[in-house]
């Protein structure tokens, strides 16, 4: 089989590697792959050598954890997969592969677009963003940083019954934004953001604001915007490659004086009844994402900007290397 490899900084490599698929154990499930999603911040991050994520490998390493591809083969006691489902699970970059049904791995419902149920994991995550920050229907939601997580939650937001607004860097992602379902969108640098947030919020300020954006400055946009004793639902990772800042992001003004809650988007949800193993926890939140895909309520598809086949995945890391903003959701197709 091929799988990505990452080496070192900027030394991705596809290659070849023994798959033995006919001695399968009880609970595994044989996968070959029919394309893969690029998770650009963090894929980025990994490629250009910033400071490991905990709990990440080291180098050598496997890239990716958007994975869609239809069963080939299964253990003798697997009992949710059968030869021939169509699956998505968080398996990296590769060409088949082999997976306890026990790990991230979940049967796409029929009829779901498979340029769709290929960022489910991602949107997942985008969805926990909500959950972990308790949020309630009818709350303003500022979301920044658009790339794959921040359009998630864009999109995500109003059927969750959320008004939301995206901030971001560049007006071709604004327009993203709008196409995803944002109510409004605005630059993270415009000189009368407080008044335009304003307004659309009718004085009320932002309830929940969703940070995806890495940068610093991202994270001082969300303080500044939070209303007093609004929450901040972190699932970035704030400064990842860049130089410390002259800047304390916990500073009084905002963390004391507007009593803001940050939620770590990593983990359960808070306590709340009922518990979170019987709320929307996990496999649970996936399998709502895939099944609002199902019913043409969420199509990450339609922000497609890329499909490329996998022998040219060193070029769209290059192009992400290179923070072009014309790039969002990549696909990469693994059919020879």
């Known amino acids: 089989m091929k799988i990505a490899i990452l080496y070192g900084p900027r030394d991705l490599r596809v290659e070849e590697q023994e798959l033995d698929t006919a001695n399968l154990e009880p609970d595994q499930v044989w996968v ?11 894929d980025r991050g990994n490629y250009e050598g910033a400071e490991q994520v905990p709990g990440a490998p080291d180098y050598p390493r496997s890239v990716g954890d958007s994975n869609l591809g239809i069963v080939r083969g299964v253990g ?8 021939g489902d169509q699956v998505v699970s968080i398996a990296s970059h590769q060409s088949e592969y082999i997976m306890s049904e026990k790990l991230r791995i979940v049967k796409v419902p029929a009829g779901t677009d498979p340029e ?19 949020f309630t229907p009818g709350e303003t939601v500022a979301v920044v940083g658009l790339g794959v997580l921040g359009l998630g939650a864009v999109a995500l937001g109003p059927l969750f019954g959320a008004r939301v607004v995206g901030l971001g860097n560049s007006e071709l992602r604004l327009e993203m934004a709008g196409r995803a379902g944002a109510h409004s969108a605005y630059l993270s640098d415009d000189p009368d953001l407080m008044a335009k947030l304003h307004e659309f919020t009718g004085g009320k300020g932002i309830d929940l604001v ?15 915007v939070v209303r007093k004793n609004g929450r901040v639902s972190v699932v970035s990772l704030p400064g990842r490659g860049e130089d410390p800042l002259d800047f304390n992001p916990l500073d009084m003004r905002w963390f004391y004086d507007k009593g803001i809650s940050l939620i770590a988007v990593n983990g359960m949800e808070g306590e709340r009844y009922p518990g979170p193993t019987e709320r929307c926890a996990g496999e649970k939140r996936w ?13 990450p598809k339609k922000l497609i900007t890329h499909r490329l086949h996998y022998s040219e995945m060193v070029e769209a890391y290059e192009m992400a290397y290179r923070r072009e903003k014309n790039m969002l959701n990549v696909v990469f197709n693994w059919k020879d």
Not at 32 to 38: A, L, N, P
Not at 116 to 134: D, E, I, P, Q, R
Not at 287 to 299: C, T
């Open 76 to 83: 003798s006691a697997v009992e949710h997969f059968a030869i």
């Open 287 to 299: 399998d709502h994402v895939l099944q609002l895909m199902q019913d043409g309520l969420l199509e």
């Open 116 to 134: 769709n149920a290929v960022f489910s994991n991602l949107y997942a995550l985008s969805a926990h963003c909500y959950t972990k920050a308790m």
């Open 32 to 42: 070959e792959t029919q394309i893969s999603g690029f998770k650009i911040g963090t």
């Open 210 to 224: 969703i940070l995806t954006a890495n940068p610093w400055p991202a994270f001082r946009t969300a303080m500044e």
